[in-house]
């Protein structure tokens, strides 16, 4: 898997040129925050509205697919519940990455841009979530290229993070 970096901003994901966007949502966020509210905002509050209807609630293992155009460059957004904010951790993060893998798998997307669960809350250090997602997918062909919404200083993390690992693997 080859990891790419988008900064959370809805000019630069307009670019990313993916056909899946793949993004979080907290049980006890309103209105919705990171990508997904990027997302509910240039969808005119769509994804809002779902929260107010019930139909979305942002409970673990909650998926919900959106379409993203004409409002948005990707056919498919799909986002995923990480329950309340205050109960997010590991146990969380690796069960929500496995329903992302294995949803992507059954679009048959090698590609995504994907906000990974709890980074935009800080939940979960940028560096760990790398390698948590890593330890998932590294070894499935089925997954091309993730493109992940971080901002510049955690892309500057996971980007020295990897050389380094990258590095201990050589030497040792």
Do not use: N, Y
Request: aromatic share 4%; glycine share 10%.
């Amino acid at each position: 898997m080859d990891l790419r970096f988008v900064p959370p901003d809805l000019r630069r994901l307009d670019l990313a040129g993916t056909e899946v966007l793949a993004a979080c949502l907290s049980a006890d966020e309103r209105p919705p925050h990171g990508v997904v509210g990027l997302v509910d905002w240039r969808l005119a509050g769509r994804i809002s509205g779902l929260i107010a209807e019930g139909f979305a609630t942002g409970a673990v293992g909650e998926v919900l697919l959106v379409p993203g155009k004409p409002k948005l460059p990707f056919d498919k957004v799909i986002v995923f519940g990480i329950g309340p904010a205050p109960a997010f951790d590991e146990r969380v993060f690796r069960a929500v990455v496995e329903g992302m893998l294995t949803t992507l798998e059954g679009l048959r997307a090698r590609s995504a841009v994907v906000e990974l669960p709890g980074r935009h809350l800080d939940a979960i250090e940028p560096e760990r979530a790398a390698d948590l997602l890593l330890e998932h997918a590294g070894g499935k062909p089925e997954h091309d290229v993730w493109t992940l919404v971080e901002t510049s200083a955690a892309q500057r993390a996971i980007t020295q993070h990897m050389i380094q690992a990258r590095r201990r693997v050589r030497q040792g």
